[in-house]
């Protein structure tokens, strides 16, 4: 079984920042991208960054130079650090991974449970 976990939402005032944390843990042979999402109540998820095995990103029009993805391949984790906060920005964020168990398995899709995070006016 295959898990990621989000931490690090909560409440901020406009341009303030927030650091979001997600771990994959279970049977994992290896992961390939990474990403983070974004949905609000009644609209699609949204992408907002993802980043390869590699390192190679790529960020949502919106959020770019505010936003930053990296990540950890010998932890398992993904991370969003987030600048200049904008009430827009605020939304549930999922934590994404596209996973291999087994050496001779594809890759599945993987979700968190989301994270909320509200950006004050």
């Known amino acids: 079984q295959v898990q990621l976990v989000e931490s690090g939402g909560g409440l901020v005032q406009t341009g303030g920042s927030l650091r979001l944390s997600c771990a994959a843990s279970?049977?994992?042979?290896?992961?390939?991208?990474m990403g983070w999402y974004c949905q609000a109540p009644g609209k699609q998820r949204e992408l907002v960054a993802t980043i390869t095995a590699g390192g190679s990103t790529n960020y949502a029009n919106s959020v770019k130079d505010r936003f930053t993805i990296s990540r950890d391949n010998a932890k398992k984790m993904v991370y969003l650090q987030m600048s200049s906060l904008k009430p827009e920005d605020t939304d549930v964020y999922y934590c994404n991974a596209q996973i291999s168990r087994t050496k001779y398995s594809g890759n599945s899709n993987y979700w968190g449970q989301g994270t909320q995070v509200t950006v004050s006016s």
């Open positions: 279970g049977t994992i042979f290896s992961i390939s991208s």
